[in-house]
């Protein structure tokens, strides 16, 4: 077993969360999805940080997190907000934006 | 330079919680309760964490248990919560031909992707983090975080800040002062509105006090009224029901647990 | 850039002095006339008609001086340089006038004819309220027809062409509110613009083949051009002259042309602008001695043109529209005089002088008949008018004999020097030529004796509350005038004052004294026929009653005459149909090929961005799709280009 099965298994997290990004309808699942990439993202930088011996990797997950926790609380807040006004969390329903 | 070797301990972990971290993404996906899908999440988060700290990340599988599974997915709950269930949890496909392209691209990206990775690191050799962190893990991240990182980490104080009131921006509810209600315009409002009383519970014809039984009317009917929100109702159709008159004589209708009766009063079973 | 020597010119041309100096007045006279006329507007209405007529009648006075003064001309022949029209590269045409017996024939019919015409309109006319127009039109014509014959260079011609054209359609369309004069005056105006692009392509020719285009010029150096470009030019001059004056194959807006008022029919559409073709092939007389083919050509078109006007005259009841008829067949003996070559000159000359006069004034005698009978033109509803009308039927009675070339008459001078000089060429086609010219004659008889006899003649048809009277006196006086040219005219000038001795200078000196057929053999001939087409016509009208309403059952001779043989048929046929098709092709072809591929882009482009906005559903997710795509196409292109 070498660092590249995390590797691979951090791919194939990453496709599962961009296909439930695609297929799911309710805003917050869409965004767990979201938040499953970013973690696979994650799980590659500490592999990478490991396989290069520096600590470099580990920051920037570590960053990545702080940015996931500010996005997780503003992307909530849009979702509530858009719930208040359209009685539903659906990512189809908000579909005025268009042609 | 020193070799990571991947010792059998790990190697056990990595088949036992890498299955475990794909089953949770997989579940996600899947499931069609919101719930579901967050506690599936957190199965694979916590795979994860365990994944950082078998590769000397510690401190940053301490974060991810702590921080995210606990403080966010948390906040994902509350949020569900808050907005209940509503048809977007439906897991029919509204858009034509998307379930099949998802899929599609889906695995060719995890093809490609993964390909790519195996062939580019086919030959990558570990270095470890031996050296990095001669003190540990926390130390060495301290280094480095308040070192060649400070000005990230600052602005990431000022983003954290700004995502707080954002939030708060978003989620408030602005109000005059003295437009709040009193208890009087309330109940004056909701006696303007077509149903002043409460919503009519499972009622004396139900075969079931779950709140997902729908009450019926005296025909037999559901009452729409009556179903909760956020909770998938019963089909009325899957429930045994009282159609006649030569059903009472039958084994079936004499065992009545789930078929009342309607001559013989609202518990049917109580004959059994 | 004038490239010639006077040695050449068939006369020496003097500068103008003195009087013939001033003979611009000529055309500045009746253009100053037409300008204040035209533009004083309503303030000069109650002169206005005075106004006109006295600056034609000035030009006319001045006219009779001019030519007295240029009789002591040595040469007989005097250019007056007025400044520089044009003057662009090699092109420098001088404004100049070119006073030589000639102009000065046209000069003198033009302004004597015109202002009888115009002394005749205010009497026409005194009930008309745009009176003051229609002499300002008139005004305008005498102007552009002084200038269209006084003009010492092509391009000069040109303009008064135009200019007459011009006033011709103007004056045709006078009454505009009537459909069919507005239609004949466009008829006209068209039909006029197929010529004009003749006699303009023949200007190009001249000024690019000798570099000049004033008459000395050309005529002293066209003899140098090969033979083809020599043909090409008085070709294209001979379509410019069938266009102006009514000639074969463009003859049939000529009749329609009578929709004007009268006096434009008599001055415009029989005496003067349509003479302006015999008058443009009579200048050109040196081009068409180099060229024998175009004169033949021109000999065809009159002979043609001549049996076609005068067969078409006996077939219709509209008196001015057989007079017109009977003009279209009289210029069509103009064109066989001057397509005879240097014999003819003279005789066609006299013959279109002569022809001023009577043809004027039968006009206006037929303008004094409708007067009477309320502007009626249905000669079927005349009939017994000599005794109600005795001086217009006196005059046009003269004017009818001088016409039917009845002996010792204009006519019968001038009519038969044409016959005799087509007998001159000694050959065949002399005597077809002849043949032609004399029946002719015998139509000609018929028709002018068709047209009296149900006029003058015979039982009273009129219409009810018709009630003749005789024309007032400022109408009827120019009418004596004209009819007593009738009689002397043709005297005059073949006998008394031959034309031919005053215009030597242009055309040189007569050539046979030696006639092959006798002159008395000659008359005699065509007096006969004369006899026998008045015959014919008393037999066929006189003798019987006149039904009011045309027969419907008549024989295809008939029928084609009626039908002007078919000559508008041919017309739309041939020109207007294909040219429609032509049109909506090319607007078929505007609108499906050249609209079609701007709007067919314009809508490809709207439909493919609206059909790309389709896109656009508004839906994340499929925009997500899109993303995920974007990026397996970008991760697939790195691992092929990693990999390659």
């Given at each position: 077993m070498t660092l590249t099965y995390y590797l691979v298994l951090a791919a194939i997290l990453f496709t599962i969360g961009a296909v439930g990004v695609l297929v799911r309808r309710n805003a917050i699942v869409v965004f767990m999805c979201i938040e499953l990439m970013l973690n696979s993202v994650n799980l590659t930088l500490v592999t990478f940080a490991r396989a290069t011996g520096t600590v470099d990797g580990q920051i920037m997950a570590f960053f990545v997190m702080v940015v996931a926790a500010a996005e997780v609380v503003v992307g909530l807040a849009i979702i509530m907000s858009i719930y208040r006004t359209r009685r539903s969390a659906s990512v189809d329903d908000a579909n005025l934006l268009k042609y | 330079m020193n070799e990571v070797v991947i010792g059998t301990g790990e190697t056990v972990a990595f088949w036992v919680l890498g299955p475990v971290a794909l089953a949770g993404a997989l579940g996600m996906v899947f499931s069609r309760n919101a719930v579901h899908s967050a506690l599936w999440l957190v199965t694979t988060m916590l795979s994860l964490g365990v994944f950082y700290v078998i590769q000397e990340a510690p401190f940053l599988g301490a974060v991810q248990i702590i921080v995210y599974t606990g403080a966010i997915m948390i906040l994902f709950l509350f949020v569900l919560m808050m907005i209940g269930r509503d048809s977007s949890d439906s897991v029919v496909e509204t858009l034509r031909g998307q379930r099949v392209a998802a899929t599609v691209l889906g695995l060719g990206f995890a093809g490609l992707v993964g390909a790519g990775i195996a062939r580019a690191t086919e030959d990558l050799v570990g270095v470890g983090l031996a050296d990095a962190q001669p003190e540990g893990n926390i130390p060495a991240i301290a280094e480095s975080l308040f070192t060649d990182y400070l000005l990230a980490f600052e602005v990431t104080s000022a983003l954290l800040i700004t995502a707080a009131?954002?939030?708060?921006?978003?989620?408030?509810?602005?109000?005059?002062?003295?437009?709040?209600?009193?208890?009087?315009?309330?109940?004056?409002?909701?006696?303007?509105?077509?149903?002043?009383?409460?919503?009519?519970?499972?009622?004396?014809?139900?075969?079931?006090?779950?709140?997902?039984?729908?009450?019926?009317?005296?025909?037999?009917?559901?009452?729409?009224?009556?179903?909760?929100?956020?909770?998938?109702?019963?089909?009325?159709?899957?429930?045994?029901?009282?159609?006649?008159?030569e059903q009472l004589g039958s084994p079936d209708g004499a065992l009545g647990t789930l078929d009342p009766a309607p001559l013989d009063g609202p518990a049917g079973g109580d004959r059994s | 850039m004038e490239i010639i020597s006077a040695e050449v010119l068939p006369s020496e041309v003097v500068p103008a002095e003195g009087l013939l100096g001033a003979s611009w007045l000529l055309i500045a006279l009746p253009l100053a006339g037409a300008a204040v006329l035209l533009l004083g507007g309503r303030r000069t209405d109650r002169w206005g008609h005075l106004l006109g007529t006295a600056t034609v009648v000035g030009a006319f006075l001045l006219a009779v001086l001019c030519t007295f003064s240029l009789a002591d001309v040595e040469g007989r022949s005097v250019d007056v340089d007025l400044f520089t029209f044009i003057s662009t590269g090699q092109l420098d045409v001088r404004a100049g006038l070119l006073y030589d017996p000639l102009s000065a024939v046209f000069v003198l019919l033009i302004t004597g004819v015109g202002s009888l015409i115009h002394v005749y309109s205010i009497g026409y006319m005194a009930h008309d309220p745009a009176r003051r127009r229609f002499f300002a039109y008139l005004n305008l014509f005498v102007a552009a027809m002084l200038l269209l014959v006084l003009g010492n260079s092509f391009v000069a011609l040109y303009v008064g062409w135009e200019g007459v054209g011009l006033a011709s359609y103007l004056l045709i369309a006078f009454w505009y509110t009537r459909p069919g004069a507005a239609t004949a005056a466009k008829k006209a105006f068209i039909m006029n613009r197929v010529g004009d692009v003749g006699l303009a392509l023949a200007i190009f020719v001249m000024f690019a083949q000798l570099g000049t285009t004033s008459y000395e010029g050309v005529f002293g150096t066209v003899g140098t051009l090969a033979g083809g470009t020599i043909t090409a030019i008085g070709l294209l001059l001979l379509l410019g002259a069938c266009g102006k004056s009514g000639q074969f194959p463009l003859q049939?807006?000529?009749?329609?042309?009578?929709?004007?008022?009268?006096?434009?029919?008599?001055?415009?559409?029989?005496?003067?602008m349509v003479t302006a073709g015999v008058y443009l092939i009579a200048r050109s007389a040196p081009i068409y001695d180099e060229t024998p083919t175009a004169r033949t050509v021109v000999l065809a078109v009159g002979a043609v043109t001549l049996l076609i006007g005068a067969i078409a005259g006996c077939a219709f009841d509209d008196i001015k529209k057989v007079l017109a008829y009977s003009t279209v067949s009289q210029i069509g003996y103009m064109f066989l005089a001057v397509g005879l070559g240097p014999a003819g000159y003279v005789a066609g000359l006299a013959h279109l002088l002569a022809h001023g006069f009577f043809k004027a004034g039968l006009?206006?005698?037929?303008?004094?008949?409708?007067?009477?009978?309320?502007?009626?033109?249905?000669?079927?509803?005349?009939?017994?008018?000599?005794?109600?009308?005795?001086?217009?039927?006196?005059?046009?009675?003269?004017?009818?004999?001088?016409?039917?070339?009845?002996?010792?008459?204009?006519?019968?001078?001038?009519k038969d020097a044409i016959i005799e000089a087509a007998l001159d060429r000694d050959d065949a086609w002399g005597w077809v030529l002849a043949?032609?010219?004399?029946?002719?004659?015998?139509?000609?008889?018929?028709?002018?004796?068709?047209?009296?006899?149900?006029?003058?003649?015979?039982?009273?048809?009129?219409?009810?509350?018709?009630?003749?009277?005789?024309?007032?006196?400022v109408m009827t006086a120019p009418m004596v005038v004209l009819s007593l040219g009738s009689i002397g005219a043709g005297f005059l000038l073949v006998k008394a004052f031959p034309l031919s001795d005053w215009l030597e200078p242009v055309f040189g000196e007569e050539h046979s004294a030696e006639h092959v057929v006798a002159p008395l053999t000659v008359g005699l001939v065509v007096t006969g026929v004369m006899l026998l087409g008045v015959l014919a016509a008393w037999l066929?009208?006189?003798?019987?009653?006149?039904?009011?309403?045309?027969?419907?059952?008549?024989?295809?001779?008939?029928?084609?005459?009626?039908?002007?043989?078919?000559?508008?048929?041919?017309?739309?046929?041939?020109?207007?149909?294909?040219?429609?098709?032509?049109?909506?092709?090319?607007?078929?072809?505007?609108?499906?090929?050249?609209?079609?591929?701007?709007?067919?882009?314009?809508?490809?482009?709207?439909?493919?961005?609206?059909?790309?906005?389709?896109?656009?559903?508004?839906?994340?997710?499929?925009?997500?799709?899109?993303?995920?795509?974007?990026?397996?196409?970008?991760?697939?292109?790195?691992?092929?280009?990693?990999?390659?």
């Open positions: - | 009131l954002g939030a708060m921006v978003l989620a408030h509810i602005e109000r005059e002062p003295g437009t709040r209600r009193t208890q009087k315009e309330l109940s004056r409002a909701r006696f303007l509105t077509e149903r002043p009383q409460t919503l009519p519970g499972p009622g004396v014809y139900a075969r079931a006090n779950s709140v997902a039984a729908p009450a019926l009317l005296p025909d037999g009917r559901t009452s729409p009224d009556s179903q909760a929100t956020g909770i998938e109702p019963q089909v009325a159709d899957q429930m045994p029901r009282p159609t006649g008159r | 049939a807006w000529l009749p329609d042309a009578m929709e004007g008022p009268t006096p434009v029919s008599a001055l415009i559409h029989a005496a003067t006009f206006l005698g037929a303008g004094s008949v409708m007067h009477a009978m309320d502007d009626s033109v249905d000669m079927r509803r005349y009939g017994g008018l000599a005794r109600k009308l005795p001086i217009t039927f006196a005059t046009f009675g003269l004017g009818y004999l001088a016409l039917i070339g009845f002996p010792f008459l204009s006519g019968f001078y001038t043949g032609v010219a004399v029946l002719g004659a015998g139509l000609t008889a018929f028709y002018m004796t068709r047209l009296m006899l149900m006029t003058f003649f015979g039982r009273a048809r009129w219409a009810d509350g018709v009630h003749p009277h005789e024309s007032p006196t066929f009208v006189g003798r019987r009653e006149v039904p009011v309403t045309a027969p419907v059952r008549v024989s295809p001779v008939t029928r084609a005459a009626r039908n002007a043989l078919y000559a508008d048929t041919i017309n739309e046929s041939l020109l207007m149909r294909p040219g429609q098709w032509l049109t909506r092709a090319l607007v078929w072809v505007d609108n499906r090929g050249v609209d079609g591929a701007v709007n067919g882009l314009a809508a490809g482009l709207g439909g493919s961005s609206s059909r790309l906005g389709r896109t656009q559903t508004g839906f994340v997710r499929t925009y997500a799709l899109g993303m995920l795509g974007g990026a397996v196409l970008v991760a697939g292109a790195l691992l092929a280009v990693t990999s390659g």
